[in-house]
């Protein structure tokens, strides 16, 4: 495997954010983060496909706003092809998780995933996708 060396110049803000993420997840250096960071969106990039796959949706959010379950739940219907199973979990006095369990076409995963993320007041949201066909 051939080493390419090239140099890159990225803003201050963006050096810092990539210093912190790869302290914070063991990282020797900058490159290392990069390479998994590439990588990681070169396998995402690969389920924008019609692949079949089975997965979850982990969604974190703060338990007292109570219009996000509502929101989560109309967004759904639109998904009951590709949804298995929904509930809501309370992690503590402040966090609820909503888990979703999904099979389907990878990109109509993605898309359910994507829209249930940019739901105001979510505070986290993962897609974990396997192969299923």
């Not at 990878?106 to 949201?125: F, M, N, V, Y």
């Given at each position: 495997?051939?080493?390419?060396?090239?140099?890159?110049?990225?803003?201050?803000?963006?050096?810092?954010?990539?210093?912190?993420?790869?302290?914070?997840?063991?990282?020797?250096?900058?490159?290392?983060?990069?390479?998994?960071?590439?990588?990681?969106?070169?396998?995402?990039?690969?389920?924008?496909?019609?692949?079949?796959?089975?997965?979850?949706?982990?969604?974190?959010?703060?338990?007292?706003?109570?219009?996000?379950?509502?929101?989560?739940?109309?967004?759904?219907?639109?998904?009951?092809?590709v949804i298995l199973s929904s509930g809501q979990y309370y992690i503590n006095g402040n966090n609820c998780m909503h888990v979703v369990t999904v099979t389907g076409e990878?990109?109509?995963?993605?898309?359910?995933?994507?829209?249930?993320?940019?739901?105001?007041?979510?505070?986290?949201?993962?897609?974990?996708?396997?192969?299923?066909?």
């Open positions: 495997m051939a080493l390419k060396r090239f140099g890159v110049s990225l803003e201050d803000e963006l050096l810092e954010e990539l210093d912190k993420y790869a302290n914070d997840n063991g990282f020797a250096n900058r490159s290392q983060a990069i390479g998994f960071l590439i990588g990681k969106y070169i396998t995402e990039q690969k389920w924008q496909c019609n692949n079949i796959v089975a997965g979850t949706i982990i969604i974190m959010y703060d338990r007292d706003k109570k219009e996000i379950p509502v929101k989560i739940a109309a967004l759904q219907l639109n998904y009951t092809d990878a990109h109509r995963l993605t898309e359910l995933s994507d829209r249930l993320s940019t739901i105001k007041g979510i505070k986290h949201a993962k897609l974990v996708m396997s192969r299923a066909d």
